[in-house]
Nanobody, 122 residues
Framework: QVQLVESGGGLVQAGGSLRLSCAAS????????MGWFRQAPGKEREFVAA????????DYADSVKGRFTVSRDNAKNAGYLQMNSLKPEDTAVYYC???????????????WGQGTQVTVSS
């Protein structure tokens, strides 16, 4: 079992930055791929970014490439999502998730956090 808790959300103006954190506890977080997802009101949850257990491979949604950076610190059992050049359309609840698979599909994540709200004002 892995427990995930996100933090770092908030209200920011367009063009600003936020850094989300995901604190993990329970089983060895370092052996899991970590993903970030988001869900805006009235929309389906969508993939944002992912990073493999070693940090050697990352993946991003086209909508955030060049603006967001995913990272992790296995020694601290933590993951991060650095979000720069934020846009109003980035407004959503952001979730971190963990998967036993190395390259999981969006439906293949085993554990989820409760989410943190990110609001970008224009």
């Amino acid at each position: 079992q892995v427990q995930l808790v996100e933090s770092g959300g908030g209200l920011v103006q367009a063009g600003g930055s936020l850094r989300l954190s995901c604190a993990a506890s329970g089983r060895t977080f370092s052996s899991y791929t970590m993903g970030w997802f988001r869900q805006a009101p009235g929309k389906e949850r969508e993939f944002v970014a992912a990073i493999t257990w070693s940090g050697g491979s990352t993946d991003y949604a086209d909508s955030v490439k060049g603006r967001f950076t995913v990272s992790r610190d296995n020694a601290k059992n933590a993951g991060y999502l650095q979000m720069n050049s934020l846009k109003p359309e980035d407004t959503a609840v952001y979730y971190c998730a963990a998967s036993r698979r190395i390259y999981p599909g969006s439906w293949q994540y085993d554990y989820w956090g409760q989410g943190t709200q990110v609001t970008v004002s224009s």
